[in-house]
Nanobody
Framework: VQLQASGGGLVQSGGSLKLSCTAS????????IGWFRRAPGKEREGVSC???????TYYADSVKGRFTASRDAKNTVSLQMNSLKPEDTAVYYC??????????????????????WGQGTLVTVSS
């Protein structure tokens, strides 16, 4: 199982970026893909998860309404980030969790549920 994240960069406040996570060695039907971020001096935060199976989504309150996760291709998941704020500056990671299903009872992303992690991609939002 391997994950490759890409798409980070420098953007002005209010701008947009699209991150991509390409998976190999497994199918998205059997794995949820989560996006986590770690900002300087802060703890890792789970921001979005797209479910195994039907692709239901979860978003942290901090990004709800601004970020959208989707399956773009057979083994690619993207995270469209709009209305970016300086506080969104962080290294973003994608991770895979086998047989993790997101439903209305899913209220928080637990990093321990995710077995495979990609390398991070840096997102910098300037004010």
């Amino acid at each position: 199982v391997q994950l490759q994240a890409s798409g980070g960069g420098l953007v002005q406040s209010g701008g947009s970026l699209k991150l991509s996570c390409t998976a190999s060695g497994f199918t998205l039907d059997s794995h949820a893909i989560g996006w986590f971020r770690r900002a300087p001096g802060k703890e890792r935060e789970g921001v979005s998860c797209i479910s195994a199976g039907d692709g239901s989504t979860y978003y942290a309150d901090s990004v709800k309404g601004r970020f959208t996760a989707s399956r773009d291709a057979k083994n690619t998941v993207s995270l469209q980030m709009n209305s970016l704020k300086p506080e969104d500056t962080a290294v973003y990671y994608c991770a895979a969790a086998e047989m993790l299903f997101v439903d209305t009872d899913y209220t928080m992303m637990n990093p321990d549920d995710f077995q495979s992690w990609g390398q991070g991609t840096l997102v910098t939002v300037s004010s």
